[in-house]
């Protein structure tokens, strides 16, 4: 079905496979997922933490992950609450 999951090392799924693109980070217990362009959060186990609502997305360093909507930025905490202001205003 052209979706990503997660399986552990005896293959068994621990993720179900429904997201389009999956990225976990370095120590990260949260994973960067992507469904129908918009970018959210998952745990290892694959609850979601913060659902899929940005346009951009990176994955969460030191308890922070930077975040954007198109034309604004700025930084998250894992419960999904913006802990700075916008951090850049791009203008066409």
Same mark, same amino acid.
């Given at each position: 079905?052209?979706?990503? %999951?997660?399986?552990?090392?005896?293959?068994?799924?621990?993720?179900?496979?429904?997201?389009?693109?999956? $990225?976990?980070?370095?120590?990260?217990?949260? $994973?960067?997922?992507? *469904?129908?362009? $918009?970018? %959210?959060?998952?745990? &290892?186990?694959?609850?979601? $933490?913060?659902?899929? &609502?940005?346009?951009?997305?990176?994955?969460?360093?030191?308890?922070?992950?930077?975040?954007?909507?198109?034309? &604004?930025? %700025?930084?998250?905490?894992? *419960?999904?609450?913006?802990?700075?202001?916008?951090?850049?205003?791009?203008?066409?």
């Amino acid at each position: 079905n052209d979706k990503f %999951g997660c399986i552990n090392r005896q293959g068994d799924i621990v993720i179900e496979p429904k997201w389009d693109w999956i $990225l976990q980070g370095h120590n990260n217990q949260q $994973l960067l997922v992507e *469904k129908d362009s $918009l970018y %959210g959060f998952i745990d &290892k186990k694959g609850k979601i $933490l913060i659902e899929p &609502k940005f346009k951009d997305a990176m994955i969460f360093y030191e308890r922070l992950a930077a975040v954007g909507n198109g034309n &604004k930025y %700025g930084f998250i905490n894992i *419960k999904g609450d913006t802990v700075t202001s916008t951090i850049t205003t791009l203008s066409s």
